[in-house]
């Protein structure tokens, strides 16, 4: 973190900070030392300002009176809203990255926002549109932390309503699972947060994302590739051609906000399948899978 | 610290009173503005005045986004209220009917100043009393279905309202409330259903609704009647377009003073009026002003009204403005029902629902 970065931290309990990522700013407010830390470990190359403002209004806020000498709790109020139950306050910083994907898929998007990891080579996206669970994160961090690729998100796919152009939003990768220990394994030097157990009761982790490409999270990228991924345990690595229409009503199935922009998110889900090769693909095993993914992929 | 789940609509307040101060807001008021005025309903109003009053291109990109967010989301909003309109009016065209819109459907089909960008694809209609059975059974063959209801609410609506439960259609899932009058049975006041439709005037898309007078009418009858703060903020600003669009018309004051007082809905176009004028500056003609003065309620209840409102529509962040919230709240229910009925449903709905 830099040192001006470091610096506005101190307006954290108090106004709030101004994070910005890539096109959008979330303000964020805390008391809590899980969040600062969170900050401190996560969002280094980030920007964040001592600014009272943000698109999206993020605050953690700890238990009152003599409750927080007793499994202390953090509640997650997000543009006015209390989305969720409380959670131990030991769950603070991974509450304010789930209080931002709460924003980013509830709160009206200047962008169509479709469930997807999206990572970016030779200047052109691949969009993996897929449900929880489907191993989508877990493919996302072996592609951006093998270096071949740049991330954009592992939760969000943000496309421009004008020109279908995917947006960055570089945030820490969330590992569930079994991922866990694979990414912790394949990668040993990854910068991943303390272990804890989600709303769901799933194991999870967060992991840091390369600074390259928080260092490059307001370039855009044209669509390239949309890919729907599934782990299978124990499978062979299957990569089969999607035709571009089922492609469209799968993404249009994972998406947000489609209905908020009416035909034009229909006319930009089209620009995006007729600019990409649409696949699915089933894998168990990510050294067979990234080399034929590079192949499929090159220019 | 945060205050868990309240909003303060002060600065959306400001700008309605004062359109003019738009051009002058920076980027992160015009940003927060943006969001109460989606909280409030009002996405509709703020952009028509951001097209007058703020050059778009000027603002930063990540503003701009915003600006063009909204504009197609009201586009798509405004979209599927007509496409609502026309199934509802397809539907009712099996048994022979045009029903008369209410509120935002109206206002939309008629093209009138508070009918776009209104964020949910929800509709009013009024039909005939008699007729409410076929309409109900057009309705219900053309894929709307009541929501799961206790035996309770069911007999609630049935008895003693002035529409049937809501319909909600099977795959849109949007709302359709079927009235057959503008106040529940129980209510102090009854405006005459017949008169308002036979009163009712036809749209240039073909869409029939309310007259000038009686949508005015109808509007202030409806004003600080769904206990909600928001709302009352939109209703207080759908008046005030619908007063300065209707103005122009020389007819237009005489026949409203002529109709509240035919119709009984003197005391609510009293409110509705003095607080349109108070909190937005809504022009009234010297004449029809001093008529509709002279509805006011005792004074004592004027003022007390007056701070509640007030307090209320402001949403300022302290316990009094919940306290006027709820005693708005209360009021609206006063006035639906007689005591010993509201007494009756207060119990049920605290204890045995």
């Given at each position: 973190?830099?040192?001006?970065s470091g610096h506005?931290?101190?307006?954290?309990s108090?106004d709030?900070?101004q994070?910005e990522?890539?096109?959008?700013?979330?303000?964020i407010?805390?008391?809590?030392?899980?969040?600062?830390e969170?900050?401190?470990?996560?969002?280094t190359?980030?920007?964040?300002?001592p600014?009272p403002?943000?698109?999206?209004?993020?605050?953690i806020v700890g238990?009152?009176?003599?409750?927080?000498?007793?499994?202390?709790?953090?509640t997650?109020?997000?543009?006015s809203r209390v989305?969720?139950l409380?959670l131990p306050s030991?769950?603070?910083?991974?509450?304010?990255?789930?209080?931002?994907?709460?924003c980013?898929?509830?709160?009206g998007?200047?962008?169509?926002?479709?469930h997807?990891?999206?990572?970016?080579?030779a200047?052109?996206?691949?969009?993996?549109?897929?449900?929880?669970?489907?191993?989508?994160?877990?493919l996302?961090?072996?592609?951006?932390?093998s270096g071949?690729?740049?991330l954009?998100s592992?939760?969000?796919?943000?496309?421009d309503?004008?020109?279908?152009a995917?947006?960055p939003s570089?945030?820490?990768?969330?590992?569930k699972?079994?991922a866990?220990d694979i990414?912790?394994?394949r990668y040993?030097d990854?910068v991943?947060?303390?272990e804890?157990?989600?709303?769901e009761?799933q194991r999870f982790?967060?992991?840091?994302p390369p600074a390259?490409s928080?260092?490059?999270?307001?370039e855009?990228?044209p669509p390239?590739w949309?890919v729907f991924p599934?782990?299978?345990p124990?499978?062979?690595t299957?990569?089969?051609?999607?035709?571009?229409?089922?492609?469209?009503v799968?993404?249009?199935?994972?998406?947000?906000?489609y209905n908020q922009?009416?035909?034009?998110?229909y006319?930009?889900?089209v620009?995006?399948v007729?600019?990409?090769d649409c696949?699915?693909?089933e894998?168990?095993d990510l050294?067979?899978?990234l080399p034929?993914?590079?192949a499929l992929t090159?220019? | 610290?945060?205050?868990i789940?309240?909003?303060?609509?002060t600065?959306?307040v400001?700008?309605l009173?004062t359109?003019?101060?738009?051009?002058?807001?920076t980027a992160?008021?015009?940003?927060?503005?943006?969001?109460?005025?989606?909280l409030?309903?009002l996405?509709?109003?703020?952009?028509g005045n951001?097209d007058?009053?703020v050059d778009v291109s000027?603002?930063?990109p990540?503003?701009?986004?915003?600006v063009?967010?909204m504009r197609?989301?009201v586009t798509?909003?405004?979209r599927?209220l007509?496409?609502?309109?026309d199934?509802?009016?397809r539907?009712l065209?099996?048994v022979d009917m045009?029903?008369v819109?209410?509120?935002?459907?109206?206002?939309?089909a008629a093209?009138?100043?508070?009918?776009s960008?209104?964020?949910?694809a929800?509709?009013?209609?009024?039909?005939?009393?008699?007729?409410l059975a076929?309409?109900?059974?057009?309705?219900?063959a053309?894929g709307?279905?009541y929501?799961?209801?206790?035996?309770?609410?069911a007999?609630?609506?049935?008895?003693?309202?002035?529409?049937?439960?809501p319909?909600?259609h099977?795959e849109r899932?949007s709302?359709?409330?079927?009235?057959?009058?503008?106040?529940?049975?129980t209510s102090?006041?009854?405006?005459d259903?017949?008169?308002l439709?036979?009163?009712?005037?036809t749209t240039?898309s073909?869409?029939?609704v309310l007259?000038?007078?009686?949508?005015?009418l109808?509007a202030?009858a409806?004003?600080f009647?769904?206990?909600e703060?928001?709302g009352?903020?939109r209703?207080?600003v759908d008046l005030d377009g619908l007063?300065r669009h209707?103005?122009t018309?020389?007819?237009f004051?005489p026949?409203?003073?002529?109709e509240?007082?035919v119709?009984?809905?003197?005391?609510p176009?009293f409110y509705?009026?003095?607080?349109?004028?108070?909190?937005l500056n809504?022009?009234i003609?010297a004449e029809?002003?001093?008529q509709?003065?002279?509805?006011a309620?005792?004074?004592?209840v004027g003022?007390?009204?007056?701070g509640?409102?007030?307090?209320?529509?402001?949403?300022e962040?302290?316990?009094?403005a919940?306290f006027?919230?709820?005693?708005?709240y209360a009021?609206s229910?006063?006035?639906?029902?007689?005591?010993?009925m509201?007494?009756?449903?207060?119990?049920?709905?605290a204890?045995?629902?």
């Amino acid at each position: 973190m830099n040192e001006e970065s470091g610096h506005a931290l101190h307006a954290l309990s108090s106004d709030g900070v101004q994070l910005e990522i890539g096109s959008v700013l979330v303000r964020i407010r805390s008391s809590l030392p899980g969040v600062s830390e969170h900050l401190k470990r996560f969002y280094t190359g980030f920007s964040i300002r001592p600014l009272p403002f943000g698109h999206y209004d993020v605050s953690i806020v700890g238990t009152p009176g003599l409750r927080r000498f007793i499994r202390p709790q953090a509640t997650l109020v997000a543009n006015s809203r209390v989305p969720f139950l409380p959670l131990p306050s030991a769950l603070a910083g991974p509450l304010m990255e789930w209080g931002i994907n709460w924003c980013f898929g509830q709160c009206g998007q200047t962008s169509l926002a479709v469930h997807a990891a999206v990572v970016e080579r030779a200047g052109r996206t691949m969009i993996m549109p897929a449900q929880s669970g489907s191993g989508k994160s877990t493919l996302c961090a072996a592609l951006v932390y093998s270096g071949q690729w740049r991330l954009f998100s592992d939760e969000f796919a943000l496309i421009d309503t004008r020109t279908a152009a995917l947006s960055p939003s570089p945030r820490p990768i969330s590992l569930k699972e079994r991922a866990v220990d694979i990414i912790k394994a394949r990668y040993p030097d990854v910068v991943v947060g303390p272990e804890g157990r989600d709303v769901e009761k799933q194991r999870f982790v967060h992991a840091k994302p390369p600074a390259t490409s928080v260092a490059r999270a307001k370039e855009t990228a044209p669509p390239g590739w949309v890919v729907f991924p599934k782990y299978v345990p124990g499978a062979r690595t299957t990569i089969e051609r999607v035709a571009r229409a089922q492609a469209l009503v799968r993404l249009a199935d994972e998406s947000f906000n489609y209905n908020q922009f009416g035909r034009v998110g229909y006319d930009r889900l089209v620009d995006i399948v007729r600019a990409s090769d649409c696949y699915s693909l089933e894998y168990s095993d990510l050294d067979d899978l990234l080399p034929r993914l590079a192949a499929l992929t090159a220019a | 610290m945060a205050t868990i789940g309240k909003t303060d609509y002060t600065p959306l307040v400001r700008l309605l009173r004062t359109p003019t101060l738009l051009s002058g807001l920076t980027a992160e008021e015009l940003s927060h503005v943006i969001d109460l005025a989606y909280l409030a309903r009002l996405s509709g109003w703020l952009l028509g005045n951001i097209d007058v009053r703020v050059d778009v291109s000027r603002l930063p990109p990540w503003l701009s986004n915003r600006v063009l967010a909204m504009r197609l989301t009201v586009t798509e909003w405004d979209r599927s209220l007509r496409w609502e309109i026309d199934r509802v009016t397809r539907a009712l065209s099996d048994v022979d009917m045009t029903a008369v819109l209410l509120k935002g459907g109206a206002y939309l089909a008629a093209g009138l100043p508070p009918g776009s960008g209104r964020r949910v694809a929800d509709l009013d209609i009024m039909v005939p009393e008699a007729r409410l059975a076929d309409a109900e059974r057009a309705l219900l063959a053309h894929g709307w279905q009541y929501q799961v209801l206790t035996d309770y609410d069911a007999t609630y609506y049935r008895q003693w309202m002035h529409e049937l439960p809501p319909l909600q259609h099977t795959e849109r899932k949007s709302i359709l409330d079927l009235h057959h009058a503008i106040l529940p049975k129980t209510s102090r006041l009854h405006p005459d259903p017949a008169r308002l439709l036979a009163h009712a005037v036809t749209t240039s898309s073909g869409s029939r609704v309310l007259s000038p007078a009686h949508m005015v009418l109808h509007a202030a009858a409806h004003l600080f009647h769904d206990g909600e703060i928001a709302g009352a903020i939109r209703d207080l600003v759908d008046l005030d377009g619908l007063l300065r669009h209707f103005s122009t018309d020389a007819e237009f004051w005489p026949t409203l003073i002529r109709e509240a007082q035919v119709l009984q809905l003197t005391r609510p176009a009293f409110y509705a009026i003095h607080h349109a004028r108070k909190m937005l500056n809504t022009p009234i003609p010297a004449e029809a002003l001093h008529q509709i003065e002279a509805w006011a309620p005792p004074k004592p209840v004027g003022w007390l009204m007056d701070g509640l409102i007030e307090r209320a529509v402001q949403g300022e962040d302290r316990p009094s403005a919940s306290f006027s919230a709820f005693a708005l709240y209360a009021r609206s229910h006063w006035l639906k029902m007689p005591p010993f009925m509201l007494g009756r449903h207060l119990f049920r709905k605290a204890f045995l629902s």
